[in-house]
Each structure stands twice: as C-alpha cells, then as structure tokens.
C-alpha cells in the first residue's frame, strides 16, 4: 500500500469537505491507487491535534470533524492542545512524502509552507492568501525545487483550487505556458457571489434584497464587502497573472467596488 | 541544455502544424525550459528519413516540411527511402529518453508504438485509431509502465489532442477519475464538421450546399462521409468512455449517419 502522509491546516468548510471526501474514498484510493492517505496532523487557526507516528484513526478524524462542526476548536480536544506556530507542526509532524494542504485563508501559513518545501514535502494550497502576497513569496511557493536548469520538473506545489473551484484552470494555464501558446484574454466568472448578485439584478431585484439574501444562505463571507469590494476577484486575477509570467503585485490590479465608499467604515450589522 | 529526441510518425496537416510549431519556440524552449526537441526520424506512409546520432538541422526540417507541402513523399527525399516497418524505425532511430508521436491516422502505427514502449520510451499520440482498436490495445497502450501497485506514476503516454481538440478533455477526466468523482453526463460539440453542417442547417442553408462548401474550405476529410457518417465522433466517445475505465468496443457505440445508407457505396465524386 503506498502510504502517503498529510498535515492539513484549516478544517472550515473547505477543510472537512476534503477530508471527508478522503474518508468517503477510502476504498476506492485502496482498489484503484493502492493507496492510503494517511492524516498526522490537523490545525485550525487556535489549536492543533497530532499523531505524528501512526496517524489518525477514520474514527477519530471522523470525531475532529464532528468537533468542528460543533463549532469547536480542536485546541479542546483531548489530543490536541494550542498552537500559535504552524512551521513547528510541521516540524514535529512531517515525516519524508508528506503533502501539506492548505485550507485556511490567511497569510499566516507561509513560513510552514516554506519549512514544507524546504523539507522537500509537497505543498497544496486552496488558500489564495499566500500566492498574492510579495513576487518571492509567490516564486517559492510555487516554484521551488526548480533551477533554471529543470523547470519541467514537477514543482512540489499545486494550487489549483484557487481559482474556478475545481476546474482545471491553473493546469491549463501551465500547459499553455509551457507550449508557448500566447494567451490573449482570460475571461470568466471569477466569483460565485458576484454572479449570484448579478443575477439577481438581470431578474429585477433590488441590489439590498439580494445580498441579504446571499449572505443569509451562507454565498458570501461573513463580511460580504470582500465579496463585493473585489479583493477575492483580484487575488484570482493576479494568480492568474501571475501563471502567465507577469510580475505584479495586488496593489496592480484595479478593481471597482460593488458598494459605495461610504459603506466601508460601517460594521456588518 | 535538455535534449529530447523525438521520432515523427505522420507529417501531415497535423503532423507539420506540430514541427513548425516546434522549430517556431527553439528561443522560447531553450530560455525558459532549456530544452532542447531534436528530430530523429520523420515517417510518412511510404517512406522515412532518419538522421539517429545528431538529429535533423532546423534547415533540413524546414526542407522536409517544403517537400511534404509540395504533395512528395519522404520517400524521395535525398536522406530518405522507402519504410514498410515502423517498429524498424524505432528500433534503428531510437534512443534512451525518446519520445515517438503519431500524427497520423491509421491503425498500422500500433507495433511501433508497442516497441516504442516496450523500450521505455514515451508516447504521444494525436492519432485516434490505435486507441479504438481492441481493449487490450487501449490498455496496453495507455497503463504501460504500470502496475496495480503503482498506477498513480505517470504513465508512458499522453494522447490528449484525441478528443476536443487543444482544449484539457482528457487530463481533465483523467483528474476527475482519479479524484473519485462520479462524472454524470459528459456533453460537447464533438466534431467541428458537424457544427459547421449543423449551423448551416440552423440559417437555413441546403443540406447538400453546406456539405459542398464544407468541403471545398477543406474542412471534412477527404471523404466527407467519414465526418458526417459519426464513426470520428464515435471514436472520440469511445476514447472518452474507457477513460472513465468502461471496457466497450468501438461496436458498442451507437452512431446515427447524417447521409442516408443509399450514399455509402457511391463514390465522392
């Protein structure tokens, strides 16, 4: 059985889909892939629990998720306890093969990745944080491993998921890279709740109905002016950017916000 | 300076699409990959060239893309002669690290690619044929190089241009497979001769003035009867369908013929 160990950082929403789909799959990896994806380490953004020798039990990973759920944090439970440093996580945790998942949105996961990538352990984010913060930080996260000499080596990292959900956009952003193929325009719709809003409008809709309405069955973030001010919009564009070669920060893509100005100092009540 | 060699089966619209395509990014391959693709053999179907130590010069290549534009064989060319035996051209051609590609269209390019494989090259096919032979041509041209042990290494062969084209079908289904992904339904325009018969019928144009014009623009195969009978479409589902680990023949698809069964002894003139 081809073991493969993983530390995942974040168990929100996306977090425990990923793991449940792991746990769903388990029969399948095993006929299919003679494989078994084995989980050392969970960590949300107070706590983190570890099992660093033999890994999770399905049962106990199925307990972590439960707590979660509960909207607990895993520095409660019995196993776990409080962490306020990642990289030593992975420090304690990682063991060689280890892929370090990252499923939280925040920046503070770089210095783990890094410490991953050192490690030579693979790295994927769903995370976009990380991937718009400074150029360096964005070409050794994604390009570590590489030398001028092999860049058609598989890097270490993969970061699909941060933009168009589950399809295959970064991959084929890569490959046309790769062939040469000149990019001459990137067009989508690069935010569900965008499109949810936008939609609503085409229907005749009053622009306040709608967000109340998205924001009440749980489309936007707690705060929907991150929705709607286009900073998520953004990330996904300098990522793509980004892939294509161009060397920009965030503060280069102009965006329009969907509220006006004066909205931005109100609190979300 | 990474130095591919790679043996052409097939030169072809498709075949010198992809040479010149090649010959046009040296700068781009040698700056950003430092790679270099270097040309061991080209094959038609009467003949071949072969230069197995050094390669083909760029010049030499760009003459024997002239030659084929010019409707002559490789057969006549000065370093050419005739070819009845692929296999042999691998064999003679071949070297550790080459990658053999079919741009043709035929069935007889199959022992070649078997010995291609057998000897630990890779294989990259544009050709639909040898992939909607028998199953177990399929098996052993897709898992080579893989066990039940170890199917998640990538595999000796890639043959992505086979259905839809330049766009990602077949990583994409690929990806979703080994995800574990229940895949539904899978829809698309299958063929851009059936689109262009089908738009034409939609503005209300003849049946038989679209077909003419379809093939007088060069759009249809030689025989229009091939595209618009379905067995192309058909091949591409097939394709599609043991991708998804279905083990079907090409027989156990059902295709519907846009002309009626009177037509299919005439001739096309």
């Known amino acids: ?38 989980f050392l380490a969970f960590c949300d953004s107070r706590g983190a629990v570890l099992e660093p020798t033999e890994g999770f039990s399905d049962q106990q990973v199925h307990e972590l998720l439960q707590l979660k759920e509960q909207g ?14 990642l990289a030593a996580i992975v420090d304690i945790a990682g063991q060689p093969g280890t892929i370090v998942v990252d499923c939280t949105a925040t920046e503070a996961t770089v210095p783990a990745l890094f410490l991953a990538l050192d490690r030579n352990y693979q790295v994927v984010l769903a995370n976009k944080k990380p991937l718009t913060m400074q150029q360096e930080v964005y070409d050794r ?18 970061w699909e998921t941060t933009v168009g959900a589950g399809l295959p956009v970064i ?27 936008m939609t ?4 005749g809709r009053a622009f ?54 004066a909205l931005a100092e109100r609190t979300v009540d």
Chains 1, 2 share one sequence.
């Open 171 to 197: 991959a084929t952003l890569n490959r046309l890279v790769a062939s040469g193929d000149e990019i001459v325009r990137i067009a989508g719709a690069f935010s569900g709740t965008l499109g949810y809003v």
């Open 1 to 38: 059985m081809n073991e493969i160990p993983l530390i995942l950082f974040g168990l929100g929403g996306v977090g425990r889909s990923f793991v449940r789909q792991i746990l769903d799959l388990r029969d399948y990896h095993a006929d299919k892939y003679d494989l078994h994806l084995r």
């Open 141 to 158: 996260l994604t390009r570590a491993g590489t030398t001028a000499g092999d860049p058609i080596t598989l890097s270490q990292s993969r």
């Open 200 to 203: 609503g409008l085409q229907e």
């Open 72 to 85: 607990g944090s895993l520095s409660q439970h019995l196993l776990g306890g409080i962490q306020d440093d």
């Open 208 to 261: 306040s109905e709608i967000v109340q309405d998205a924001y009440r069955q749980g489309y936007t973030e707690p705060d929907p002016r991150d929705d709607l001010g286009g900073v998520d919009v953004a990330r996904k564009a300098l990522i793509l950017a980004r892939g294509m070669g161009w060397r920009l920060d965030l503060s280069d893509v102009s965006v329009q916000s969907l509220y006006p100005e």
